[in-house]
């Protein structure tokens, strides 16, 4: 059974910046997705940045030039660099990957708040 573990969430100011975490645990072969999702209070989950296993990057227009998702040198691992944040920025931010052979995977969210 594989679960994600999400990590780097948190309180900061507006114009400062976070890195998430996610990693997988269990044996993993190969990851052929992996994105970072937000919820804030009342609103839908919506993807903020996904990438695939060739590398193909997308992002959602509201994050463009300020966040970046990236690959861990590790299978299981993946990193959300969030730069110049705002306060509407603030929401609970989910992993999901998928892995190959054994399906889909959701983290259990980690809570980022950003002041003004």
Not at 11 to 20: C, D, E, T
Request: charged share 10%; with cysteine.
């Amino acid at each position: 059974q594989v679960q994600l573990v999400e990590s780097g969430g948190g309180l900061v100011q507006a114009g400062g910046s976070l890195r998430l975490s996610c990693v997988a645990s269990g044996t993993i072969f190969s990851l052929y997705y992996a994105g970072w999702y937000r919820q804030a209070p009342g609103k839908q989950r919506e993807l903020v940045a996904s990438i695939t296993s060739a590398g193909t990057t997308n992002y959602a227009d509201f994050v463009r030039g300020r966040f970046t998702i990236l690959r861990g040198n590790a299978t299981n691992a993946v990193y959300l660099q969030m730069n110049i944040l705002k306060p509407e920025d603030t929401a609970v931010y989910y992993c999901k990957m998928g892995i190959s052979t054994m399906g889909q995977y959701w983290g259990q969210g980690t809570q980022v708040t950003v002041s003004s």
